[in-house]
């Protein structure tokens, strides 16, 4: 993971706006895949079978997997700790993990 690209934020209105926001549009993703697989199962189920299959391993983003080191509760890496902001210590910030 590139740690010089993590920015600490504070959680704002924003923060949650924005959150809403990616939720919405991964939901309106989310139907209109599960539309477009319920029509090819109409159409052939071993035709959907092979593409549900092939876009399953298409769809895994290795950025979009969880740092254990990012965890909640664990103490930062050593290399954020000395860049975290006094300021927002015991102040709720952004996801910093991809």
């Known amino acids: 993971?590139?740690?010089k690209s993590i920015i600490f934020r504070k959680f704002t209105h924003e923060s949650l706006r924005r959150i809403e926001h990616y939720r919405q549009e991964e939901s309106e993703c989310i139907a209109s895949e599960q539309l477009e697989q319920q029509t090819i199962v109409e159409h052939n189920y071993d035709e959907h079978h092979r593409m549900n299959k092939?876009?399953?391993d298409e769809s895994v983003d290795p950025k979009q997997?969880?740092?254990k080191e990012l965890a909640v509760g664990e103490t930062l890496p050593l290399i954020?700790?000395?860049r975290f902001p006094s300021e927002l210590i015991g102040i709720p910030i952004e996801e910093i993990d991809s």
């Open 1 to 3: 993971m590139d740690y």
């Open 65 to 67: 997997i969880p740092n």
């Open 54 to 56: 092939s876009s399953k």
């Open 80 to 82: 954020l700790q000395y």
